[in-house]
């Protein structure tokens, strides 16, 4: 419930935001993922870890399912709230990374070193506080050959405005197989735990499942006096705000209180 109160604030005071931009409400409507259900992600692509080691792709994948994030460390946007939802739900879980998966991360900016990742590295694994995560959560970097390879792949479609210097992408993550196939989408900043507990297991299973109605969360920051973004973005407040309305009935429906007559 906080996460939708959040989003929502967050949302409608970017509405006020007066950073020029560079991309027109064309480009940005074709900013989400395209859900490649059953693609193989290129496990021969080269990143470099936290530390700064050269790996592959394919050295996370071959025993367990992954759980894919792809964003940038810097971004002053919805990055975080995803990461910090995925946190939340992965407290929810019984199994525990680096135990029966992992999370992968991986910025979509090239400019980003292992130095700033192997910080959110830090970060997360001190706000998880399970034992064992370090070995199976990994924050990558990369060239921008190998970050696109990698983004086709999955579907992940965004877009860089030089003006405010930030990254426009679709906000969520995806759920791989062990040998690194698409398995599940998760669109959005609120996850369930059990959702994800059932895609993973199925993903484990070397499944995959179907794809799922998208929700429209772009994360950029724009100006609604130079584009046409504001009136896109406001439909995405509208849908989130509606959403939060949904859950606050739903959890006074289930907490079974009686209002005073």
Known sequence: MKRFLAITIAMGLSVFAASASELRDSALRQIRFDQ????????????????????????????????????YYGCPMLCTLVSNGLVETFHDLKSDIGDQFNVLHVSISPTEKPDLAAAKKREYLRHYGR?????????????????????????????????????????????????????????????????????????????????????????????????????????????????????LATFIARSGRKLPS
């Open 36 to 71: 490649k259900i059953n693609a193989q992600i290129p496990l021969d692509a080269s990143f470099h870890d936290e530390t700064g080691r050269t790996v592959r792709l394919g050295d996370y994948f071959g025993k367990k399912p992954v759980v894919l994030v792809l964003g």
């Open 131 to 247: 034992p064992g995560a370090e070995a199976g959560w990994h924050f990558l970097t990369g060239d921008e050959p190998a970050i696109h390879q990698l983004a086709d792949a999955v579907g992940f479609r965004y877009a860089y405005d030089s003006t405010v210097k930030q990254y426009a992408h679709p906000s969520g993550f995806i759920v791989l197989t062990p040998e690194g196939k698409v398995s599940r989408y998760f669109f959005g900043v609120d996850f369930r735990g059990q959702e994800l507990s059932d895609a993973l297991h199925t993903a484990a299973a070397h499944q995959t499942g179907s794809p799922i109605r998208q929700l429209l969360l772009l994360c950029f920051h724009y100006s609604p006096v130079t584009s046409k973004y504001g009136a896109l973005l406001l439909n995405s407040v509208r849908t989130i705000g509606l959403a939060t309305l949904l859950a």
